[in-house]
């Protein structure tokens, strides 16, 4: 079945309310803190103060004896156990052929810490209340030592990691320098930005929490985890850290609130808990608080850049030139690698027909948390740079925003890009063009009048992103440093009275997989939707998979699914034959009902499925009984998703308050299973990306190396008064290799919105000076920026 014959079919395409949202709206969720188990005790983490100090002694004799303490375990207490540290799950080859620098990552400290944050021992009590208790009688010597946290002084600062002495862990480089520098050398126009992509925490409304447990009878572990991709999650766990047989393993991720890529990882406090859950052979619950969350998860993007574009003089993109500084934090998270390399300079031909593009990227070590994939992870970084250069290549130029876009967009597909990628689909005109009638470009000019008369600034700015979902294939991303597949797996299970239960390797977390899964097999399979379950998130049940992350699921799991019930066809229409005494080659399925060509002879999906386990109606020697069905699917290819987004600000010159008064969104997800999940997923990605643009930002201390905005009071998340009411529409140009002729959804609105804001903020105050500064752009940044203009 193709991509148009399936989105032709009942239930695709329609807003079926979530069947998850029942149990979350009536408090009938199950996340990892709610579980109980028999024999429970809890573990605190003791954190390095210091963003880096060589550890001299810890003294744990106080903590060990006070009350409720079952025991503390430090670093020492992990090497003589031979627990390894955390692995990094993407290798990057630097352009001398050296592989990347890969420092130990131990899960409790052993001899230094390197970041406010830093787990340095671990207390486990009776209870949480007296493990907290313990956790402040632990005595630590410190000797503190100077710390870097702005990734462009991380190459003079002290050395984090012996392994690493220039705090320098790769360069990588795509593209052909010398042919790019030879175009710049003769193009009529040359653009220049530097630009800084400022740090983020992901904030999930769940913090991570997690469960270790142990079953002596039996020798095996389970581990319970707020995390998005179980199985990778336990092949780290058992083949990386703790070397245990695999099957002795179960990881249950049960409903998780929210991850945003920081629930991809393994972190410490997993490992820590499943170990200390066999020493002390008790069950060990750790959940962090608001405040340990910002310290302790992975962050998001922090890039510092310097871009370059080439034109002729008629505006027509020739090259592009980029250099960026990545941080990588203290350690190597688990995929940290791929994200300023293969998700971020492969997308720096974003819609643009660029004939020459040539990125180079230093990763650096600093004193800061380790940073990893966040919501876009490397796409939203370069369509930040990329969109707020080509916007400043129309300033230069004298070319409306849409212009300077519209003579550089591509035309003709597949399109082959110099960096690597290969678009299958799309309509980059038509998403610009419906953009544009959307947001009311020809009204904008009187709308800046009226802005005017109100002594305000209004200004519009456009992003037209692209990104690549569901990374693809394994043995390309194995080529290019991969250190795992990236296929995903669906089984089917048929019960004889016609309902159908579904287990995915892919993994639910806000995105509405129960629903979207079921409407596929539902309208597959011509049975109702309350007749499909779906099962994810627990590696003793569902078969092994990749997780979700990198808007994969439904391009990528729902595919594995398809071709699952391409097998329960093919078996279903071999005993619907028989029940019709015809040949199965004659018989066709539709809507639930199998029939035999150019007869009125029929047999319903209920009934086939029933036969299927009482089988007295068909020989067994010739089909074993049953219907269920498993397949594993590898993409081709990635999916690429696009769009043109358009946003409208005022801004007040005397505060520099800047409000978002219009947001319009046209994005082309190949076709839509279900239009309101849709909309859900841009109306948060907006909210996300606009948050970033105007309010979060992640500051470190230069000098100590404290986080500066470890709380809600100083790290601002946007609310629901900060936003507009969103205009939002879809084109679709189906995915042309897989079978549901999807892309991905989750990530474009954290990807195309931040430039599309901060392009709208500086259109109001060119008229003032303002031509640049970095997100977000705060009342005091605006303001600033004003002033310093009035100065010049």
């Known amino acids: 079945m193709g991509a148009s014959d399936f989105v032709n079919l009942p239930n695709i395409g329609t807003s079926v309310r979530r069947k998850e949202d029942y149990r979350f709206l009536t408090g009938g969720g199950q996340y990892t803190d709610d579980i109980t188990l028999a024999s429970q005790s809890y573990a605190v983490f003791v954190r390095s103060p210091h963003a880096h100090a060589k550890i001299n002694s810890i003294n744990t004799a106080a903590a060990k004896a006070a009350p409720g303490v079952l025991d503390v375990f430090i670093g020492e207490d992990v090497a003589a156990d031979k627990i390894n540290g955390l692995p990094c799950g993407w290798l990057i080859t630097s352009t001398d052929g050296t592989p990347m620098k890969e420092p130990p990552h131990p899960i409790l400290a052993q001899g230094k810490v390197r970041y406010v944050g830093d787990h340095v021992a671990m207390v486990v009590a009776e209870t949480q209340e007296q493990a907290k208790n313990a956790a402040e009688l632990v005595e630590v010597d410190y000797d503190v030592l100077s710390a870097v946290v702005r990734v462009t002084d991380a190459a003079k600062a002290a050395a984090l990691h012996d392994a690493a002495p220039d705090n320098h862990c790769y360069k990588w480089a ?20 530097d630009l800084t992509n400022n740090r983020l925490v992901p904030n999930a409304m769940e913090p991570r929490a997690v469960i270790g447990s142990y079953n002596r009878a039996s020798d095996e572990y389970t581990l319970y985890v707020s995390n998005q991709n179980p199985h990778v999650e336990r092949l780290l766990l058992t083949a990386f850290v703790m070397g245990l047989p695999e099957h002795k393993v179960r990881v249950i991720a049960p409903d998780v609130g929210g991850g945003f890529g920081s629930k991809i990882y393994l972190y410490a406090e997993d490992v820590c808990l499943t170990w200390a859950s066999k020493k002390l052979n008790r069950n060990i619950k750790w959940t962090a608080d608001r405040s340990e969350a910002f310290v302790s998860d992975a962050h998001g993007r922090d890039h510092s850049s310097h871009a370059e574009m080439a034109l002729d003089k008629d505006g027509k993109f020739l090259a592009l030139r980029v250099h960026t500084d990545a941080n990588m934090g203290a350690y190597l998270s688990t995929f940290a690698p791929a994200v300023p390399t293969i998700l971020y300079a492969t997308l720096l031909a974003g ?52 212009e300077i876009r519209r003579r550089n967009l591509v035309k003709d597909f597949p399109y082959q890009t110099p960096v690597a990628l290969q678009y299958d689909v799309g309509d980059f005109h038509a998403l610009l063009k419906r953009g544009n009638e959307l947001a009311d470009v020809a009204g904008f000019e009187k709308r800046k009048t009226a802005s005017a008369t109100k002594g305000l600034l209004r200004g519009m700015g456009y992003s037209c992103y692209i990104e690549a979902c569901g990374l693809a294939p394994s043995n390309i991303a194995g080529a290019l440093g991969a250190r ?30 129960e629903t979207t899964f079921a409407q596929v097999v539902a309208a597959r399979l011509g049975i109702s939707v309350d007749q499909v379950d779906v099962v994810h998130g627990d590696t003793g049940r569902v078969p092994f998979g990749m997780g979700t992350y990198g808007s994969r699921s439904l391009a990528v799991g729902g595919t594995a699914i398809m071709k699952a019930l391409d097998k329960i066809e093919t078996k279903a229409k071999k005993i619907a034959a028989h029940l019709m005494e015809a040949s199965d080659a004659d018989v066709e399925f539709a809507n639930g009902e199998f029939t035999i060509k150019g007869t009125d002879k029929k047999v319903t999906f209920g009934q086939v499925a029933l036969t299927a386990y009482v089988p007295h109606n068909y020989p067994l020697d010739k089909l074993e009984p049953g219907l269920n069905e498993t397949a594993f699917y590898d993409p081709t290819n990635f999916t690429f998703p696009a769009g043109t987004y358009i946003c409208e600000v005022e801004v007040d010159p005397a505060t520099g308050v800047v409000r ?38 992640c500051v470190y201390d230069p000098e100590s190396g404290q986080l500066l905005t470890g709380s809600l009071m100083d790290y601002a998340l946007p609310r629901a008064d900060d936003m507009p009411t969103f205009k939002l529409d879809t084109l679709c140009t189906p995915c042309s290799h897989n079978p549901l002729g999807a892309k991905g959804c989750g990530e474009a609105g954290a990807i195309g919105s931040p430039p599309a804001v901060i392009n709208a903020v500086l259109d109001a105050l060119k008229p003032l000076g303002v031509i640049d500064f970095d997100m977000p752009a705060s009342p005091s940044r605006v303001w600033e920026a004003i002033q310093s203009a009035k100065k010049q």
């Not at 490397?378 to 004298?398: I, K, Q």
């Not at 947001?663 to 990605?685: C, R, S």
Request: net charge negative; aromatic share 8%; proline share 4%.
């Open 660 to 697: 978002v008064d219009r947001f319009t969104a046209v994005d082309d997800f190949g076709n839509i299973i279900n239009p309101m999940i849709v909309e859900g997923q841009v109306h948060g990605g907006l909210v996300q990306g606009i948050g970033q643009a105007l309010l979060e930002n």
């Open 484 to 513: 795992a597949g990236l296929f995903e797996c669906g089984e089917v299970r048929v019960h004889p009275t016609g309902s159908v239960t579904v287990f995915t390797g892919s993994h639910s977390h806000g995105q509405g997989h």
């Open 174 to 193: 795509i593209g052909d320098k010398a042919q790019v520098d030879a175009v710049f050398a003769k193009a009529a126009h040359v653009t220049k930005l």
């Open 351 to 402: 819609q643009y027909t660029t004939p020459q593009i040539y990125v180079e990227v230093d990763a650096w070590f600093t004193n800061t948390a380790p940073v990893d994939a966040y919501r876009g992870a490397g796409r939203p970084e370069a369509t930040y740079l990329l969109e707020r250069l080509v916007t400043r290549c129309g300033w230069e130029l004298g070319l409306a925003q849409d």
